[in-house]
């Protein structure tokens, strides 16, 4: 059963009477009626037991898109900037972008026959380049990389000595010892 209730229009004195309206849209049913669950069939138990396995790794999923939307989000930001300034770049950038490739090329092509030299060469040569037509910065970056790679030698060091110690110098290991060869 509906309730509506209805302001009639009409004369002043009338126009506050409210009227109550009944209305039904479905028929009463005649006893109780009582709810009954259909059991579910093979294809629902399958799918719930495939839900279930999977929720796991969905789970995962979303955390890791939730971890690394952030990072996507700087990444796609950073490549809008660098359009934006290609876009709008200064003058000479781009004879000095071909000249530090063509750097990188010819130092790949002087790499033939050793993967280690094709590892070395090319940014060898692009950061020769580089580092001419940019001297600021290269200064900054030499200064910069350097602090770097005294630290990662400095800990390279502290690492091999402590190997050194625990390895070699044990008062007991007399078979590794220097004066007993």
């Given at each position: ?161 402590d190997l050194w110690k625990e390895n070699f110098q044990k008062p007991g290991n007399v078979k590794n010892s220097p004066g007993n060869k």
């Open positions: 059963m509906f309730k509506v209730i209805r302001r009639s229009v009409g004369p002043a004195s009338l126009s506050l009477l409210t009227f109550k309206v009944y209305l039904s849209l479905y028929s009463v049913p005649e006893g109780q009626s009582k709810y009954v669950e259909e059991p579910r069939t093979q294809l629902e138990e399958s799918i719930s037991h495939l839900r279930h396995y999977c929720e796991p790794y969905t789970s995962w999923c979303q955390e890791m898109y939730s971890q690394t939307k952030p990072e996507m989000q700087s990444l796609v930001q950073w490549g809008l900037d660098s359009y934006e300034y290609l876009q709008n770049a200064p003058p000479g950038f781009f004879p000095r972008l071909g000249v530090i490739g063509f750097a990188g090329i010819v130092g790949l092509l002087l790499a033939r026959g050793s993967k280690i030299k094709k590892l070395v060469y090319p940014p060898e040569f692009m950061g020769l380049a580089a580092s001419l037509n940019y001297p600021q910065q290269a200064i900054v970056f030499v200064q910069v990389s350097g602090e770097k790679l005294y630290d990662w030698g400095l800990r390279g060091y502290i690492v091999v000595e």
